[in-house]
C-alpha cells in the first residue's frame, strides 16, 4: 500500500514540478520543451487509475489553461 501511495504522490509532485516550469520558463524555451512535456503527461495520465487520473488531469488542465 504505501508503494502505491508514494507512486500517487510522486506522479503529483512531478505534474506540479512541470507545471512550476511552464510559469516560470521563457517563452522561447517553452516553445522547444512544450510538445516533450505534453508528450509525458499524456503518458503519465495515461498510465495511471481512473481516481488517480481526475487529480491528475486537473493539475494538467491547470498547467495547458
Known amino acids: 500500500r504505501l508503494g502505491t501511495e508514494s507512486n500517487s504522490r510522486m506522479r503529483q509532485a512531478a505534474i506540479s514540478f512541470v507545471q512550476w516550469v511552464l510559469r ?5 524555451y517553452i516553445q522547444t520543451m512544450a510538445p516533450i512535456l505534453f508528450s509525458g503527461l499524456l503518458k503519465l495520465l495515461a ?18 489553461s
Do not use: Y
Not at 24 to 28: E, G, Q
Not at 47 to 64: G, M, S, T, V
Open 24 to 28: 516560470m520558463a521563457d517563452d522561447k
Open 47 to 64: 498510465a495511471l487509475k481512473q481516481p488517480e487520473a481526475q487529480e491528475a488531469r486537473k493539475f494538467a488542465l491547470l498547467i495547458w
